[in-house]
């Protein structure tokens, strides 16, 4: 890994709670599909969200020559498969494509987490395992929360190597990754 990969985390960008935080992902996204030359995945943690960031930049004059597909717009083995027979191809996607995506070799250079994989909070399962935790007395951001995004967002990474000859980079937009002290989390669970 040490030798095949880079993390990359811009700091200058508004945390994922900013209402800035969608415009401004556009540009290092653009620029990251130029210098890999396509050949990424864009993992997001919501449909709203990816499809607002892939309505913004399907129509760009200088992503023209790489073909642009869309989680949704057909099915997970449709895509997965115009994805690697394309070269050049950019995957917008979220939830089930963190996991369980084998795509090695040149056919995927880059993997852009747009955000931390944290399970929203609304969700019924997390609500009663948060309620159950704060029952016996435990942080259920820390106990729960964190160590579910952890192993999602080890997944989203791994999506990169899938063989000893693998390269490429990882760009995650979320600076939380290094300005919260959870990051540490996120980051000692990655490999060196």
């Known amino acids: ?51 607002w960031v892939y309505e913004q930049l399907k129509g760009d004059p200088s992503l023209a020559q790489y073909l642009l597909l869309k989680q949704g717009d057909f099915s997970r083995h449709l895509l997965l498969q115009e994805f690697k027979e394309t070269s050049g191809s950019v995957l917008f996607a979220t939830n089930s494509f963190w996991e369980g995506v084998d795509v090695p070799g040149e056919a995927l250079r880059c993997v852009i987490i747009v955000k931390l994989p944290f399970i929203v909070p ?7 395992c948060s309620e159950m935790l704060e029952r016996e007395g435990k942080d259920s951001f820390q106990t729960y929360a964190v160590p579910q995004a952890v192993i999602r967002f080890k997944q989203g990474f791994g999506r990169l190597m899938r063989t000893k000859s693998d390269r490429g980079c990882i760009v995650c937009l979320d600076h939380r990754l290094v300005k919260k002290g959870y990051g540490k989390q996120f980051l000692d669970s990655l490999p060196q």
């Open 1 to 51: 890994y040490a030798q095949r990969t880079l993390l990359a985390i811009p700091t200058d960008l508004p945390g994922p709670s900013d209402p800035q935080f969608l415009p401004q992902i556009l540009e290092p996204i653009r620029r990251m599909i130029q210098v890999s030359q396509g050949n990424a995945f864009v993992l997001f943690t919501s449909y709203e969200m990816l499809q």
């Open 122 to 128: 609304s969700e019924p399962i997390y609500q009663a």
